[in-house]
């Protein structure tokens, strides 16, 4: 039997603390879906398209992981493919509530699928994408917060950008 799980999120963009997650989720189960919301209550920089791109960059070295774009309720998604298990990272305590939250709708909208939480490594607790919009909107470098093929990704947008407003504009 396949052991498989979704790991959902904006990743706008993929941090080093997402990748930590889904390295460590790659070792545990046989197969791993990166799911990227498509409509996100986030006022996104990249666009569903470029969130994906950048996440399948950064993780093309790990066989087992699959990214896909979702739109939706994620439980209908999980649903859709067949899959019970949501994984979701808990970086510090503060991230707790939102999560206890979000993984209780989930149930009581699908009882059959488990929420399970992984820690990321230590290092990495302090990332956040907003973070690192922030840093990226105003021309800052973040390669220390995100994997270089996303920082590549980043660099490319900039040049597209022209840097005319000094950084990278919203979607
Ligand atoms: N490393 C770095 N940052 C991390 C992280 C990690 N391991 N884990 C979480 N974060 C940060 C993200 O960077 C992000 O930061 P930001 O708020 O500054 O942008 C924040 O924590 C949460 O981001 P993410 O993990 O991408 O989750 P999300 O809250 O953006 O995604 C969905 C939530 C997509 C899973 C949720 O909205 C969803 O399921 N939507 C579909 C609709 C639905 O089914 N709704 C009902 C369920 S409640």
Redesign the pocket.
């Known amino acids: 039997m396949r052991h498989s799980a979704i790991y ?5 963009p993929l ?7 889904i390295e460590r989720a790659s070792h545990i189960f046989d197969r791993v879906i990166v ?3 498509e ?4 006022n996104t920089v990249f666009s569903a398209d470029e969130r994906v791109a950048m996440v399948r960059a950064a993780t093309r070295n790990l066989k087992n992981v699959k990214v896909e774009a ?8 999980a649903r859709r493919k067949g899959i019970h298990v ?1 994984l ?4 510090a305590f503060s ?1 707790f509530e ?1 999560e206890f ?2 993984a209780l ?2 149930r009581k ?1 699908a009882s059959e699928i488990e929420t399970i939480f ?1 820690m ?1 490594k230590e290092t ?2 302090y ?7 922030e840093v990226v909107e105003r021309g800052g470098d973040s390669s220390v917060f995100v994997p270089p093929a996303v920082q590549r990704f980043i660099a490319r947008r900039l040049r597209q950008a022209g840097r005319r407003a000094g950084g990278v504009s919203r979607k």
Not at 8 to 12: R, V
Not at 15 to 21: A, E
């Open positions: 959902p999120g904006t990743f706008d941090t080093l603390g997402h990748l930590d997650l799911a990227v919301v409509q996100s209550r986030k979702f739109d939706g309720l994620l439980v209908t998604y949501l979701r990272g808990l970086r991230d939102y939250q979000m709708t989930n909208l992984l990321p990495y607790s990332i956040n994408s907003s973070t690192v919009r």
